[in-house]
């Protein structure tokens, strides 16, 4: 399958790539509209339980046109960094990664939230995709924690951030509202200096 031809607004959204083993993260586009609302409507039953509610106008080009321009915006303002999931062998897009309510000064964290679509679940793309993720959280922003909130009967997003190196911090009431309820939630959470000591011991046996 030949990759997909993305364009990009300027050279900045064009050069910016976070690279796994198996995949790659990069700025969302306009012009991915067509290759994204497929992948998420042959999803929507084994995402739907997990997401807030679907609006009825979810997958048009119009709605997503529209979600790029506030993904651009956040981007630009400091307040999210939303990225997609790509596979190093294609460039086909396999999921979404977003980091958000990033907050600065005394706090210096973010939140976690990523879905993948189903066929490509399972696999270990996404462990690869927020391992790729990691370092430029706390390397490249500079951020001290990050954050992540899963549905208790999601056991598979429990192993993924325990996987990962997060750590269950508690259990959160009635936290978000998603598919029309809420929901309560875990919480887990990772700081640097847990991060850069798991780095250093996966790396030290090596000298």
Request: hydrophobic share 40%; with cysteine.
């Amino acid at each position: 399958m030949a990759s997909p031809v993305f364009r990009f607004r300027n050279r900045s959204q064009a050069s910016f790539r976070l690279d796994g083993e198996r995949t790659f993260l990069r700025y969302p586009v306009v012009g991915d509209h067509s290759e994204w609302s497929r992948l998420r409507e042959a999803s929507r039953a084994f995402l739907e339980p997990w997401e807030p509610r679907w609006t009825h106008d979810d997958l048009t080009r119009s709605a997503f046109k529209y979600r790029i321009q506030r993904y651009d915006a956040d981007r630009a303002a400091g307040h999210a960094l939303p990225l997609f999931v790509c596979l190093q062998s294609s460039g086909r897009l396999v999921g979404g990664v977003t980091l958000g309510a990033i907050r600065r000064g005394v706090a210096e964290t973010c939140t976690l939230g990523y879905w993948m679509g189903e066929e490509h679940a399972g696999k270990g793309l996404m462990r690869d995709a927020i391992g790729a993720l990691l370092p430029h959280v706390f390397d490249g922003m500079r951020l001290h924690r990050i954050e992540a909130a899963c549905i208790p009967d999601n056991t598979r997003s429990q192993r993924l951030l325990e996987n990962v190196g997060f750590r269950r911090e508690g259990y959160l009431n009635g936290y978000l509202k998603i598919n029309g309820a809420w929901r309560d939630h875990l919480l887990y959470a990772l700081i640097a200096e847990d991060w850069h000591a798991m780095r250093k011991k996966s790396s030290g046996s090596g000298g």
